[in-house]
């Protein structure tokens, strides 16, 4: 992934493609690797980094979802579970199977919850990933050391899959290349092209890293890009109505001591009615999550206080050693981009559906909004099926369902950090033999390392230090504090490979300290 010369290129005026994506999260990026792979010209433009925004911040979960189940909400369970088992199957290097205990603390919960597990194994079919099982109580603490005994009369063992958000989208950009589209960081949609017809025939953009601004012709152009919808919709038309509703949902992330062992905790009903979930994730626990309301949508939400008090809360009620503000080693937020409601649906966020809609408007903009991380595939496979369609595109049948992602390896997931990189390992171990110097660590107490930042930098794109701490490497979301130790090693090394001058490198250190204070508690 060489951005300077594949921007230069773009930049041109010369390039035309079938399918241009605005937004590089989850869902614009599974449009990318959908078209490529059905052999149509794709170019993906994403305005920060690849997965900035909502899809760095999930709860790490490729999961049919068990609370849309008790909501009713088959049909998007049965999608979900289906998604999940493709998911874990196409790229096994990054989800991995993860057992989740519901401790029961009353005398019917234990059937009530294996009666609901069993249904949600029966709706997985072939692609399940293990049986849900009623364990005693003695079990539940063998296998959650941390939760409370007082009370606990046994529990439910069910299974979902786990995964690295970041990684996933940057895994999805090298697999859009490596079936020959283009993505590119950093370059801001600002205008759409129209023809005489008053079809959308492209988009006016800017390249964010020189500033030069350019036009890109297109059949189609796909609007993917979540919580800003609406501002790319008002591009095409200022009558266009409001398509989603942001919400936020708050992460903790605090020592794997406070669950102990390798199981996840699911709470299934907080004090608001929500699921709060203890997900163990590249040894620590990530604990979460919330959902409210905003107005406003941005790249870099801050979690309010009263959410991190209601996670510390909600979450010390079942943790015997309960976690306090100073435990929280960081601290992350995420905008759902719901699909505004319809008439019949609730006003609540937690009541509106996690589905994804499609709008296709008269001059051809296809937007997409809703959905999940897990469903990112079939949403994918839905919209290039209205985008050949739109742009009069040769018709050709959707690959993804069966199509190994970039890295694909079958590995221990459990061999520290490198498990990420999948089949790419091998280049990094080559990079550390050729250089001692690649092998050492950032940081005493991780075991992120400097051959991690050259890869990143030379084969993820990476621009900036908190490219590389916040969604290469995870250490802004595992420790925001050792992250800011880390953070001028970091700058050097970038500023060496991409010939940067010592100013750079202290602009650079500066703006990642001030971002990561944000994902700081005091
Ligand atoms: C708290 C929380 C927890 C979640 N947990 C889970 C989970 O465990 N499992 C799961 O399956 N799902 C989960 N989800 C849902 C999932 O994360 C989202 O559905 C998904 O990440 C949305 O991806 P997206 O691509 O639509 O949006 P985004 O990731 O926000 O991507 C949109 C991109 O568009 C870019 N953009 C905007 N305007 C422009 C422009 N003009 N030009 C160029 N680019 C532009 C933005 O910079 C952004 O990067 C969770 C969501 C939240 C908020």
New binding site residues.
């Given amino acids: 992934m060489k951005r300077e010369e594949l921007a230069a290129e773009i930049g041109s005026g010369r390039y035309e493609s079938d399918v241009i994506v ?8 599974g449009v990318a690797v959908d078209a490529a792979s059905r052999g149509y010209r794709v170019l993906l ?4 980094d ?14 049919g979802g068990v609370r849309y189940l008790a909501q009713g909400d088959v049909k998007l369970v049965i999608e ?1 579970l289906r998604e999940r088992g493709r998911m874990r199957r196409n790229a096994p290097h990054l989800v991995r199977d993860m057992r989740f205990i519901i401790g029961n603390y009353k005398w019917w919960e234990r059937s009530f919850y294996t009666i609901g597990l069993t249904c949600y194994d029966l709706l997985a079919g072939k692609l399940g990933l293990g049986r849900s099982l009623p364990l005693s109580s003695s079990r539940i603490t063998r296998e959650i050391p941390g939760l409370k005994r007082d009370g606990l009369m046994g529990g439910v063992v069910y299974h979902d899959g786990q995964f690295d ?1 970041s990684r996933m989208a940057i895994s999805l950009a090298q697999t859009a290349f490596d079936y020959g589209g283009v993505c590119l960081n950093y ?4 205008g759409l092209e129209k023809d005489g017809s008053g079809r959308v025939c492209g988009v006016r ?1 800017v390249d964010l890293l020189n500033g030069r601004d350019f036009t890109v012709r297109s059949r189609v152009v796909v609007n ?5 919808i609406d ?2 919709m008002g591009m095409d038309s200022r009558q266009a109505n409001k398509k989603v509703r942001p ?5 903790l992330v605090v020592d794997r001591k406070f669950l102990g062992g390798d199981s996840a905790l699911m709470i299934p009903k907080t004090r608001d009615g929500r699921v709060l979930f203890g997900v163990p994730w590249h040894d620590k626990v990530v604990l ?2 919330t959902d409210t309301p905003l107005n406003q949508a941005s ?1 870099e939400p801050c979690a309010l206080e009263e959410e991190v008090d209601f996670i510390l809360d909600q979450a010390g009620q079942y943790l015997a050693m309960q976690p306090k503000r100073s435990d929280v080693l960081s601290v992350f ?5 719901l699909a505004a409601p319809t008439k019949g649906e609730g006003q609540k966020t937690k009541e509106i559906s996690r589905s994804h809609k499609i709008y296709q408007s008269d001059s051809g903009l296809l937007t ?9 595939r079939e949403m994918a496979e839905e919209v290039v099926d209205r985008a050949i369609g739109i742009g009069g595109l040769e018709r050709r049948a959707c690959v993804t369902a069966d199509m190994k992602l970039h890295g694909y390896a079958v590995q221990d997931p459990e061999s520290g950090w490198d498990y990420v990189y999948g089949s790419d390992r091998e280049q990094l171990r080559l990079l550390e033999q050729a250089d001692a110097t690649n092998k050492e660590l950032l940081h005493p107490d991780y075991t992120f390392r400097v051959s991690h930042v050259l890869w990143a930098v030379r084969e993820e794109m990476a621009q900036t230090v908190e490219d590389v701490l916040a969604r290469r490497v995870r250490a802004l979301f595992l420790d925001a504090r050792a992250a800011i130790e880390m953070a001028p090693r970091v700058a050097a090394i970038l500023a060496s490979e991409l010939g940067k001058s010592n100013e750079w490198v202290n602009e650079q250190v500066t703006t990642f300290n001030k971002l990561a204070k944000c994902y700081l508690v005091k």
């Fill in positions: 605005i937004g590089g999260g989850a869902t614009g990026l433009l994403e305005q920060d690849f997965s900035k925004g909502t899809s760095s911040r999930s709860t790490k979960l490729v999961h979900a958000d370059v801001r949609v600002d953009a993917a890009t979540g919580v800003f501002d790319v919400s936020q949902g708050v992460h979460g999550t790249l937020a995420g905008l759902r981009p997409i909004t809703g959905g999940k991380w897990t469903t990112y």
